[in-house]
T-cell receptor
Framework: NAGVTQTPKFQVLKTGQSMTLQCAQD?????MSWYRQDPGMGLRLIHY???????DQGEVPNGYNVSRSTTEDFPLRLLSAAPSQTSVYFC????????????FGPGTRLTVL | AQKVTQAQTEISVVEKEDVTLDCVYE???????LFWYKQPPSGELVFLIR??????QNEISGRYSWNFQKSTSSFNFTITASQVVDSAVYFC??????????FGEGTQLTVNP
């Protein structure tokens, strides 16, 4: 049981490049979400999904896309990377809604030059 | 709007001291959930506790205890006889029905030998 996995662990991009952060969970959780962590700002919700085929925006969705074609996977796409997207990204999953305990992946540290 | 305030940005103690991390929240709902997470230097987010708004009983788990007081909208976390391994950033978070999980900015705890 791997829990929540994220790849890559580290990534450096140039401004304007696109990339996909991968997230997978093997706990059959319906709810998955993406957060970014910036110094002094805690974690902020980017996008979330309450089940396969259903996604919605969080607090800071601009510049990011998501899709949920399966229960297990919830990739986060950066369309055109900007230095403001330099951050640590965490994926999380929980059995139900956000009221349930969320289990976090190890994070991806992204630097945009 | 829901909000979580962790006024203590950094706390430094000497090993074996007791330390309390404060968490004050704002919500308009009567049904909500509070969480504490630990982020050690390795970077992962570790779930510590979940509490719903109808359960005001204090919780103790080993050296950890939590004091939930609805009258003051606080959910404080105390570590008794702190250890170096307790050094981490601690986040308090609030979930309100129909909304999203909102994190405080975190408190950096350093326990010195």
């Amino acid at each position: 049981n791997a829990g929540v996995t994220q790849t890559p662990k580290f990534q450096v991009l140039k401004t304007g490049q696109s990339m996909t952060l991968q997230c997978a969970q093997d706990m059959n959780h319906e709810y998955m979400s993406w957060y970014r962590q910036d110094p002094g700002m805690g974690l902020r919700l980017i996008h979330y999904s309450v089940g396969a085929g259903i996604t919605d925006q969080g607090e800071v969705p601009n510049g990011y896309n998501v899709s949920r074609s399966t229960t297990e996977d919830f990739p986060l796409r950066l369309l055109s990377a900007a230095p403001s997207q330099t951050s640590v990204y965490f994926c999380a999953s929980s059995p139900g809604t956000g009221r349930d305990t969320q289990y976090f992946g190890p994070g991806t540290r992204l630097t945009v030059l | 709007a829901q909000k979580v305030t962790q006024a203590q940005t950094e706390i430094s103690v000497v090993e074996k001291e007791d330390v309390t991390l404060d968490c004050v929240y704002e919500t308009r709902d009567t049904t909500y959930y509070l969480f504490w997470y630990k982020q050690p230097p390795s970077g992962e987010l570790v779930f510590l506790i979940r509490r719903n708004s109808f359960d005001e009983q204090n919780e103790i788990s080993g050296r950890y205890s939590w004091n939930f007081q609805k009258s003051t909208s606080s959910f404080n976390f105390t570590i008794t006889a702190s250890q170096v391994v307790d050094s981490a950033v601690y986040f308090c978070a609030l979930y309100e029905r129909g909304s999203r999980l909102t994190f405080g900015e975190g408190t950096q705890l350093t326990v010195n030998p």
